[in-house]
């Protein structure tokens, strides 16, 4: 049996219900953020020494490295968050666009940069293939209407029923949203690179281009509306900002805590008992943890009816990362902010990753050199880069202790063979995560980087509800629950819960006939 809630009081008397969030990634400080403007009490819980979750931010040797998330998109779901709080968020955080959005290198050295600029895509495609300029309207077309649907319609609208589901139906199928992404895209681009360009997107949120839903398409045009962005000093500052945002709330961030259970009474959410033995009461708990960790680690099997283990098992989850940070004592003025180098071979790379799941011998890379827009994130006269892999999560049985040195070795080698000259002579320092961090550190079922696959069988109701359909008063938020990863997906989850948390007033009214 729990202790009575001891609800704190307010100025007015009133009794404020708590809410805790487990996790402070982007997801669980834009819920907290939510929950603080409604009145609530929170307390946000983070397992790691500092605040960000998969935004975590390293710091060695005069070097600056966002772990994870670096491309913004959507900045309005970040300045809603400021402005909630009576605040702008551009006197706390710097965001500057970035052109071109992404380089796409091929195999064989040519390349192909991508921007929001029509003009400068339609010459682009017209370098690989005139035949097919034509289809770049017709493609970004395809894409709005997937958006005013996928995103402006239902990124923010719970999946609570089945019938939320059919009621959506009719769009889903006039949008041809059966169909992956790769083969949407196929239908307005002949030549094969230009299918790659315009099709890598899903890979960005842990989908497979080929069997992605084409709903994911719809990033095309959400990045051509608002752009691609950095905000200056790292992604770490808007964590920091939101971080001082929830506690001028009056909310409180607890480091170093790790969430052992979730404490169910009478079928709903009251607190959470802690590694260290505390227990913490609450009247709502959010979590910001992977959803599938959620239920298989933090809730007793005999409190689940839909999130089973064996349901969770049998789930598709999204491929893992391997991530090298390093910094140079040479700058590199040649490679862009964000460059994507392509191996030799695409479909069936991806097929080894998410169907055969086993580490191939090449791969495809994403390298970050945050410093050609922000020369501060490293020291004088240096470069900071990180370059990650796609690779299968856990279950390709990889032992990643032996393994990572000699991959991270393939990869060095790869990068000054082609756009990184004489790297190894030039690195002064290195970090390396592996699917095993994101098993361990971040608490990833499976050590997957982005959650469960997002394939149309494992969206939006098929999701991990956003509201728990087997706890009361238990919300999720994050890459792990509907709409999905990347951030606007979890931003957008945290905005989802304005429609399903009880009303703080009608809690503390509650609160105050307990008490009595």
């Known amino acids: 049996m729990l202790d009575p809630i001891a609800p704190s009081r307010t100025t007015s008397g009133d009794c404020q219900p708590h809410a805790v969030v487990i996790g402070s990634g982007f997801g669980g400080l834009a819920a907290a953020l939510r929950l603080g403007a409604r009145g609530y009490r929170v307390t ?5 020494d500092a605040p960000g979750g998969r935004a975590y931010v390293y710091r060695q040797d005069g070097f600056t490295f966002d772990a994870g998330p670096t491309i913004v998109t959507a900045p309005f779901l970040f300045e809603e968050l400021w402005k909630l709080c009576g605040r702008r968020m551009s006197d706390d955080v710097t965001l500057v666009p970035v052109t ?5 290198r091929f195999h064989d050295g040519t390349h192909f940069d991508y921007s929001g600029d029509p003009v400068a895509m339609r010459d682009e495609i017209a370098r690989f293939s005139p035949d097919d300029a034509g289809g770049y309207d017709a493609y970004i077309k395809a894409s709005e209407a997937i958006f005013k649907v996928g995103f402006e319609q239902l990124g923010d609208v719970p999946f609570s029923t ?7 139906a009719p769009e889903m199928i006039r949008l041809s949203s059966f169909r992956s992404v790769y083969s949407l895209v196929s239908k307005f681009f002949k030549h094969p690179k230009l299918r790659v360009v315009f099709s890598f997107h899903p890979l960005l949120i842990g989908g497979n281009p080929f069997t992605a839903s084409s709903i994911y398409c719809l990033i095309a045009f959400l990045e051509r509306r608002w752009g691609v962005h950095f905000a200056m000093g790292g992604t770490g500052r808007l964590v920091e900002g939101l971080v001082r945002l929830i506690e001028g709330q009056g909310g409180a961030l607890r480091c170093q805590q790790e969430v052992r259970e979730i404490l169910v009474e009478g079928g709903a959410a009251r607190g959470l008992r802690l590694a260290s033995g505390e227990i913490l009461n609450a009247d709502i708990v959010v979590s910001n943890a992977d959803s599938a960790t959620t239920y298989h680690d933090l809730l007793p099997a005999s409190s689940r009816k839909h999130w089973t283990d064996r349901r969770i098992e049998r789930a598709r989850y999204s491929m893992s990362l391997f991530v090298w940070y390093f910094g140079t004592r040479q700058k590199y003025p040649d490679v862009p902010h964000h460059m994507m180098l392509l191996g030799p071979r695409y479909k069936e790379l991806l097929t080894d990753i998410f169907e055969r799941k086993i580490l191939a011998d090449d791969f495809s890379l994403y390298l970050h050199r945050p410093t050609a827009t922000d020369p501060s994130l490293a020291p004088d006269g240096c470069d900071a880069f990180y370059v990650l892999s796609p690779v299968p999560h856990l279950q390709s049985g990889t032992d990643w202790r032996a393994t990572a040195e000699t991959y991270r070795r393939a990869i060095a080698q790869t990068l000054s063979d082609t756009v990184l000259p004489d790297l190894h002579n030039r690195i002064v320092t290195s970090h390396m995560l592996t699917p095993r961090d994101f098993q361990d550190r971040l608490s990833s079922f499976r050590g997957a980087a982005f959650g469960l696959e997002p394939v149309l069988t494992q969206s939006a109701w098929f999701r991990p509800h956003n509201r728990s359909e087997d706890i009361e008063r238990l919300y999720l938020v994050g890459a792990g629950t509907h709409p999905g ?7 957008s989850s945290a905005r989802v819960l304005d429609s399903l948390v009880p009303d703080a007033q009608s809690l503390a009214r509650s609160n105050l006939v307990t008490a009595a």
Do not use: N, Q, S
């Not at 946000?44 to 790691?48: A, D, F, P, R, T």
């Not at 071109?100 to 796409?104: H, L, M, S």
């Not at 990863?485 to 931003?491: E, W, Y």
């Open 44 to 48: 946000v819980l983070e397992k790691l």
């Open 100 to 104: 071109p959005f992404y380089r796409i």
């Open 162 to 168: 089945w019938t939320d589901m059919a009621r959506i």
């Open 485 to 491: 990863a990347g951030l606007p997906g979890v931003l």
